[in-house]
T-cell receptor, first 113, second 111 residues
Framework: DTAVSQTPKYLVTQMGNDKSIKCEQN?????MYWYKQDSKKFLKIMFS???????INETVPNRFSPKSPDKAHLNLHINSLELGDSAVYFC????????????FGQGTRLTVV | QKEVEQNSGPLSVPEGAIASLNCTYS??????FFWYRQYSGKSPELIMS????GDKEDGRFTAQLNKASQYVSLLIRDSQPSDSATYLC???????????FGQGTRLTINP
């Protein structure tokens, strides 16, 4: 199936831990994103990569570090997790340069306890 | 002022009626406009995109864009209970990579 896939779907962890979320797309897109959706459903962009190059970093704490080993993958590593990091994190991808929509992964619900 | 604003709702509409969802944006350079639907616990999925002023129809859905008023709306005709979801408006500036979302409007269709 062509899609944007994220793992894991659920992540429960204690404060202070370090965790990673992985994202892969097989749509042939060259731009990938991480969005954070809070409890009020507001989707806020965090990062965007184009062909492995960081192009958007929306004043996210440096505890969050994205890594793109190739244009089909964009992972998110989070250090020293805090309670306020609890949210749903969505990976998305689209084709650069076209006024096309972004396709979203199924989301990772992160709960920090 | 938020970049993209929507009525957060909840908006409650009887089955069979027209649901009207509104969105305003602040960046006059915005060129691409999208409506996403998000069911509870699921990911956003695109239902409509619109790029030119006027109306664009797709089945029961009609998107309306007025760039002069910086306003985009989504009409859902013959509303069904399965239309109950959060609807997200997204806006993109020409040439930009960032898709900016509104806070979403929660829509409930009552049988």
């Amino acid at each position: 199936d062509t899609a944007v896939s994220q793992t894991p779907k659920y992540l429960v962890t204690q404060m202070g831990n370090d965790k990673s979320i992985k994202c892969e797309q097989n749509l042939g897109h060259d731009t990938m994103y991480w969005y954070k959706q809070d409890s009020k459903k507001f989707l806020k962009i965090m990062f965007s990569y184009n062909n492995k190059e960081l192009i958007i970093n929306e004043t996210v704490p440096n505890r969050f570090s994205p890594k793109s080993p190739d244009k089909a993958h964009l992972n998110l590593h989070i250090n020293s997790l805090e309670l306020g990091d609890s949210a749903v994190y969505f990976c998305a991808s689209r084709t650069q340069g076209a006024d096309t929509e972004a396709f979203f992964g199924q989301g990772t619900r992160l709960t920090v306890v | 002022q938020k970049e993209v604003e929507q009525n957060s709702g909840p908006l409650s509409v009887p089955e069979g009626a027209i649901a009207s969802l509104n969105c305003t944006y602040s960046d006059r350079g915005s060129q691409s406009f999208f409506w996403y639907r998000q069911y509870s616990g699921k990911s956003p999925e695109l239902i409509m995109s619109i790029y030119s002023n006027g109306d664009k129809e797709d089945g029961r859905f009609t998107a309306q864009l007025n760039k002069a008023s910086q306003y985009v709306s989504l009409l859902i005709r013959d509303s069904q209970p399965s239309d109950s979801a959060t609807y997200l408006c997204a806006v993109k500036r020409q040439g930009a990579q960032k898709l900016v979302f509104g806070q979403g409007t929660r829509l409930t269709i009552n049988p």
